[in-house]
């Protein structure tokens, strides 16, 4: 009800996504969950024309571009509908990485860029990763890399060595952060270079096994070794030194796209947990949704999704109304808030469901595992909650 | 920013009350700490004309019974405002238990009754109380009343023992809850009653000892015998065995003024918990909001309190569109969730106070004693969780 | 340094053991976590070999049956160094549900039984499953099953349809659980029989896939049909009807095993969270440990492990003193207290190796994932909860 | 049944004061949480001389000094009887910081000091206080002093503001730490000096406001200012500079004391929960007992405070045996966690009572208020946990 205003007129799409996403996606989860990405890709490109056909198709991105050019606030309330199931994103072609990367590439890249690598990315037909996280930096730290660039006449020679790049076996290049000027100011030292899968010295060292699992295609994340991948320096985007800038600009709405997502994931586990309460009998004639326990669980678990909500879509507003400087520290506040709420209702979606929570008959297990990384990717909780308060404690240390 | 539309008129208002609050309100604190509240009556009345001049008065209560006319939604950001302080929703006569009378008599009183006890309760010549909760029966089941209201001629002969009366000590009136018709279905067998404090059989017992404080006039909670008080049946608001549907009525919106209130609060006790942080040195030069432990708070609570505060506004917003009972699952939901931020973001200020978090220097450990009761009165926690998952879990049984 | 007198003459009994473990078995964790169990087979019979060679075999099995004979106090401290891995167990042949069974099969078993079912799996010639919980009962009430046991001439006939018989991959023999007489009460329901794998309609549907694993032989859950299995009515283990006795017996020391191998998982883990802090630089020259964040997880966990097990060996002593009956309500209170102590440790020492916390560079990953099942399997926490406070809250309502 | 050999013999001592507790204590109960400590004086020394009379008489002091010689683990299980009660430790004139004095007066005092101040105070013919914190210094950095001793002559000059003075209103003496060498390393720049009440200059300026009670007598905080107070170099406890040394060994064990009194109030108020839960009835012939949120309180709160009871006890066995600084990690982990169960359990207390448990019926609302210093005096939480912290990863940093 609140947002009315602006939700009226999106409710139809939302309908019609909903029904899409039940339809076509949710029969696609037993299938994802049980066997390897590619043995499962051609069903899923099925969904993806299908939902082209649709009209669905890249909803953030602008209509001249070819997408349905949502606001991020309209964009937040289709990522709720989509983040229901694993394969939602993808299905629309605005998964992470490409999403992100596709944004960079409109804003910085060269028309022979944009002719390139966007082009593609846009129509689904390759996928791309980001190469920034190192294994031997911490992540919570973006400005300490080892990764470098170095110009060799009209090329840069990129070296390094990177892990967690989501999507990159199979992909068909990657956004490479990388140092260019090691003597500059700390956070103008690097920058962002496109290097094409193709690349000599691109080597994939394996996919990371997480949670158990390697995965395949772009449902992994693999470590990578740059060993003196040649690119024309015509691949970097944006000015030299410019790095992170990008990177802020991309990662300010990726936080927010997560969090859009983390919310539909928990109204699936929600959902998931009230059904499997309310028939789930204990003893003959007594259900599982009788026990008080159980009953604060779903209480405190809709009032949470519901308040960490409205907070998403608040940020997304600001965002839309005011730029992602302006919204940062409600980025902040969403990123690690609405993740915590993500791991509390997944718990108890599971616990709630007992031994077939463990189980791969739903999809709890599988967020339960993988979604443990909400806490730690783009920016650990720790270095959410130190950033918004560094910002606040400042205006009152004056 | 959210709600914009809705709240710009209003922003004004809220910053000239914003400066009464600070300048005229905050002053009395300490003195009202310190002292009985009778001792300090004198001075908080002098507030209260002093607000009334500025037609800061009954914000809630329609223009044409002298109030501000707000909305649920606009007394939701004033309630915000005079949250911050202890005295601030008495200063505007919008105070518990006050002010939800004057709502039932409005709603339901007679011309009569109107004009002999609503029309002194507006002018904010007499306080009043509302007497529902009794010692030998729980609060969370309200249809379990031993009070008894019997006709005798054309009158009523109330009798029983109740406690928990806020205010009732001064009151010039009580509202009684009393079971007029035990034969009747459980949602019919009590009425309301009003019986003058003059009345002979009205006793007030004490004013119980909470949390090491009985307190005075408006400030206490009193146990009160109604021993044979016998009152004109005219006395009775609304039909015989109304009772129940009356108290929901008056419930539901004073559950939301109490999350409004809190939001108030959690705002004081964050402003102050920031303070002390940023000005408080743990080592010379050292200040405590340089700890992450602080920082850790700092950042959640400004998380939680945002989350929850727009869960308050979306509820009073659908209560206006909608009423009380379509947003009774909201009411529910916040009643508990708001009340449990309050005491996290009050326990992690006192905390970050130290020594003198325990102190009466700052209204925290006020609040921190009394508002304990948030997650009690006007229906405990659990009751509020197995009311809105009972509701939900419904649904999915069918 | 508390029960010094007890472990001094062990000391060096857990001094070996401990460097056993990490010289023989640590060196396994990443080829368990990265290939098939099968594929692993070979080198963990090696160590197994080893470990008997050592003298570390069957350590709470009686002498007379070849086992260490330690009290489970002893065994406490055992496990406390055998489940820093997850191969522990495994190597000294006291795993689940093998561990259980031998402790049956010895109490229950005839001579003929022992010799046939006992002797191997005593030797770690042949592994077993207990076949217990059912898709379409609740595990949390036991004396609700649908297998059933039906006398036939001398035989019994099995028939019912179960799941999370865990290891039932390669096992030689099930003990099944199943119901032989539904008119009796329902503490008499069921009896225990065993049921060779090699029985015709003994049939494992599959493993389940668990936290998108399903595994393979000990490291996997089966889901079984029991298609009119039929075996001598001399597989019965103890009298008709004594089923949940058994079970009783069987589960009350098994959940102090779980425990106790808790208890070392939570060293571990803490033993892992503190090294990366330390040597982790967040910045040139900073480590993660002097976060404050990092900090409190550490002596918040320290204080939580070191309670937990002084409960766990406290229980374990009063079973060998008093019995498992005497001690249950404190072996509900670990069950459900250490398991919450678990989940919690693993979760910070996760969040504080960042990415690689979620790889399965640890074995962090591995019991994040399937030690969520801690709180679930062998009575989730809430029937433990429910069974010892309705014991506690009945003395005082008499 | 753990340590039970250490606790047989004094099993009979712990049912008699048990049985003194309950007949004699309780019924003070109402009276003290009524009253201004004053008027209750008379009785409460009644009981003394009873308690005196019984043997029960200053528990952890040395025999040879009057006391009953008990061990610092003995004196813990009889602090868990006298915890009971806020007046427990009072009757046997073993509260603090009469307590802690008489231990440093012990161990440092000169034998005209101790015969001086030590030997009434041992008597119970007088209180004293310890006069450290400082409301313009942190508590948590407890090197930062502004007080001063100057010598001049043969005095010392006391001048200083100090806070939480607590039972200085009517004390004897005070002992208060003041920086005598402002030039010395961090600690040992003060000392501890004997300032008589009656010293010109010693002035109470007032009690603090805690939690809304300025209290009377022992049962208050005295904020002191110190002007220019004159005594005798003689007064100083032991050499100059020992300040620190001496505190710390008065807080280590000062801790434990505490630890050991909160397992007391925790189990009174788990008694009082249980109690009320079985009788309260929510609705005719339904026990609150039955409501599955109740049941998992009473499940959590039996672990936690069986759990934390051992780390005590576990803790005062090494300080027995080994010294308070080799169990320095133990005392900073106890501090804490101790604490926070505590509350937790308090918390849950007051919840399971409704109204009641605002209210002064019980002891409940009483510790809910005055024991959330728990958390803070004697080091916050924080200090603790970074303490600890601090010592257990520097041994993996190396």
Known sequence: ????????????????????????????????????????????????????????????????HGGMGLSLFEHGLVSEVLGRTPLGHYALNCQAPDAGNMEILIEYGTPEQQERFLRPLLAGEVRSCFSMTEPDNPGSNPTWLSTTATKDGDDYVVSGH???????????????????????????????????????????????????????????????????????????????????VIAQQRLGPGRIHHCMRWIGICERAFDLMCRHAALRQIAPGRALAEMGQVQAWVAESRAEIDAARLLVLQTAQQIDREG???????????????????????????????????????????????????????????????????????????
Chains 1, 2, 3, 4 share one sequence.
Request: charged letters at 25%; a negative charge; glycine letters at 8%.
């Open 162 to 244: 990177k892990w967690f790049s989501t999507g990159a076996d199979g992909a068909a290049f990657a956004i490479v952060m990388a140092v260019t000027d090691p003597a500059a100011s700390r956070y103008q030292r690097a920058s962002m270079i496109i290097v094409p899968a193709d690349t000599p010295g691109f080597h994939i060292v394996r996919n990371t096994s997480v949670m158990g699992e390697r995965g395949q295609g772009w449902a992994s994340h693999a470590e990578i070794r740059y060993d003196d991948c040649r690119v024309p320096q015509g691949n970097r985007l944006g000015a030299e030194g410019m790095g992170f």
């Open 1 to 64: 009800m609140l947002f009315e205003p602006q939700t009226a007129e999106l409710r139809p799409l939302l309908r019609a996504l909903d029904e899409f996403v039940r339809e076509e996606l949710y029969p696609l989860e037993r299938p994802f969950l049980d066997h390897d990405f590619d043995v499962l890709l051609p069903a899923i490109e099925e969904k993806r024309r299908l939902a082209k056909s649709l009209g669905f198709w890249l909803p953030q991105i602008a209509a001249e």
């Open 324 to 398: 992602a400087h302006a919204a940062r520290d409600g980025i902040s506040l969403i990123k690690f808030h609405v993740a915590g709420v993500l791991q509390d209702v997944l718990d108890r979606a599971i616990q709630v469901h007992g031994a077939m929570g463990m189980t791969d008959e739903t999809p709890l297990a599988f967020w339960y595992r993988h979604e443990r990384a909400a806490r730690i990717y783009d920016g650990p909780d720790e270095v959410h909650k130190w950033s918004v308060a560094k910002r606040i404690l400042g205006r009152y240390a004056s």
